[in-house]
């Protein structure tokens, strides 16, 4: 059984901070998913991460992937409020049909 | 272009009643899924379909079934509703896979059951 595992669940910072959120996931997988979802709302797609290696960047996210150690990264860089959201990984089990999610980190950027 | 549309986006059930889920896409993709979220967790897959007339099962599908009759519709039906039943639905579909494209997702149907 696949698990992914993200933390940490919850983080508060400051504006103009960096951080780090990650995704560990239990077994082999070269795709992985990186998702927003804001309050209330539907699933955002960020970035999708499609070998070893892999690094995507879009504003102040930047998103890693290591299929050695099973492993991605969402870096933040200066953080705004408007980051504030919760972000979601997931993996490809099962050949391209299923995603399996990890628990979300709620992420609040305070001014 | 209206993307994933599912209907209701709300509705609340007496433990014990029926209800229908419609997830419509108008993008022709192939496959569909049926996904619940609670709160301070991820996204758990229901069921899934990889094509007209195809179903199956994902990690949590006990208590509900599913059907796509029309390529372009996913139902998800709840025969007698339970409290642990309690979730936000949402419904995503995808070209023909993951490994083609990205998952599209519905804006959410939020159902309580009593």
């Known amino acids: 059984e696949l698990k992914v595992e993200q933390n940490p669940l919850f983080l508060s910072m400051q504006e103009g901070k960096n951080y780090t959120i990650y995704c560990n996931y239990s077994?082999?997988?070269?795709?992985l998913y990186w998702y927003r979802q804001d309050p209330g709302k539907s699933l955002e797609s960020l970035f999708v991460?499609?070998?070893?290696?892999a690094v995507k960047q879009e504003g102040r996210l930047m998103a890693s992937l290591d299929t050695k150690a099973r492993l991605s990264t969402l870096h933040i860089t200066a953080a705004v409020h408007d980051l504030s959201a919760t972000y979601f990984c997931?993996?490809?089990?099962?050949?391209?049909?299923?995603?399996?999610f990890g628990g979300g980190t709620r992420l609040m950027v305070k001014p | 272009n209206a993307g994933v549309t599912q209907t209701p986006k709300f509705r609340v059930l007496k433990t014990g009643q029926s209800m229908t889920l419609l997830c419509a896409q108008d993008?022709?993709?192939?496959?569909m899924y049926w996904y619940r979220q609670d709160p301070g967790m991820g996204l758990r897959l229901i069921h899934y379909?990889?094509?007209?007339?195809?179903?199956a099962k994902g990690e949590v599908p006990d208590g509900y079934n599913v059907s796509r009759l029309k390529k372009q519709n996913f139902l998800l039906g709840l025969e007698s509703a339970a409290p642990s039943q309690t979730s936000v639905y949402f419904c995503?579909?995808?070209?023909?896979?993951?490994?083609?494209?990205?998952?599209?997702f519905g804006e959410g149907s939020r159902l309580t059951v009593l």
């Open positions: 995503a579909s995808t070209i023909a896979g993951l490994h083609t494209g990205e998952l599209f």
């Open positions: 077994t082999t997988s070269d795709r």
């Open positions: 991460l499609l070998s070893n290696g």
């Open positions: 997931a993996v490809d089990y099962n050949a391209g049909n299923m995603l399996t």
């Open positions: 993008m022709n993709h192939e496959y």
């Open positions: 379909s990889v094509g007209e007339g195809t179903t």
